[in-house]
């Protein structure tokens, strides 16, 4: 069983930046895919970024990737997305999950965190 709580949401102007964090319970977070995904209102949840367990491979959506960097503490048991040069159409709620495989689909969710940003 591993827990997920996301922290680092808020609000920002377009252009800024944020720091999502995600801190997993249990002792094998190293072995563990992690990822981020968002659901914005009225559209499906949609994959975001992803790292593998030592953190040597990491994944991007398309629409994310050169301003979004994904990382991981495995000491700390922590997952981090550093979201920069932000665009309203990022608005969401971004979810941390974490899996045995890579993509990231059948494993564990946090509760969410909301990303608002203004034009």
């Known amino acids: 069983q591993v827990q997920l709580v996301e922290s680092g949401g808020g609000l920002v102007q377009a252009g800024g930046s944020l720091r999502l964090s995600c801190a997993a319970s249990?002792?094998?977070?190293?072995?563990?895919?992690m990822g981020w995904f968002r659901q914005a209102p009225g559209k499906e949840r949609e994959f975001v970024a992803g790292?593998?367990?030592?953190?040597?491979?990491?994944y991007y959506a398309d629409s994310v990737k050169g301003r979004f960097t994904i990382s991981r503490d495995n000491a700390k048991n922590t997952v981090y997305l550093q979201m920069n040069s932000l665009k309203p159409e990022d608005t969401a709620v971004y979810y941390c999950?974490?899996?045995?495989?890579?993509?990231?689909?059948?494993?564990?969710w946090g509760q969410g965190t909301q990303v608002t940003v203004s034009s």
């Open positions: 790292i593998s367990g030592s953190g040597g491979s990491t």
């Open positions: 999950a974490a899996d045995l495989r890579p993509q990231l689909l059948n494993g564990y």
């Open positions: 249990g002792r094998t977070f190293s072995s563990y895919f």
